[in-house]
């Protein structure tokens, strides 16, 4: 219940300040915050014994961030930059990345620590970091011809 609601309420703060902020400012903001988050997550696995009150704010900290940030900006975003015919292969391989995440995470968190695990996951929400710094236009204000 708590997941569902901070993510209604993360989505519901992006549809108000998206316009006024941007999209690549928002997706800046919410790869940073998320690699903070995973890193918190890699560290605690590592240092606290019994982690599991930490870890739940964590996820609560994580839903709320990439609802507001990634997860709200993406739909927009790849709906401004890319032609109608591309839209659904890029949704597409945003469902199969999510899909490969959820189903592979318990293999992973199975065979390894969890604290790796999330290093893993903290690796790639860097690359997300320099890639959006580096590479993603904003379109905030921009008309499509």
């Known amino acids: ?14 549809a108000l300040v998206i316009n006024k902020t941007g ?7 919410g790869s940073t915050l998320i690699l903070l988050v ?6 605690i696995s ?6 599991s009150d930490y870890l739940q704010y964590l996820v609560l900290g994580y839903c709320a961030v990439y609802g507001f940030s990634l997860g709200a900006v993406m739909w927009l975003y790849v709906a401004e930059i890319l032609p109608d015919k591309m839209m659904s292969v890029a949704f597409m391989f945003n469902w199969f990345a999510g899909f490969a995440v959820a189903e592979g995470f318990p293999y992973m968190n199975k065979y390894w620590d969890q604290g790796y695990v999330f290093g893993i996951f903290a690796f790639f929400a860097l690359v997300s970091v320099i890639f959006v710094s580096l590479y993603v236009p904003e379109t905030k204000g921009k008309s499509d011809g």
């Open 1 to 14: 219940m708590a997941v569902g609601g901070i993510n209604f309420l993360s989505v519901i703060f992006a």
């Open 23 to 29: 999209r690549r400012s928002l997706m800046n903001i």
């Open 38 to 43: 995973l890193i918190a997550f890699c560290v």
């Open 46 to 51: 590592f240092v606290e014994e019994d982690h």
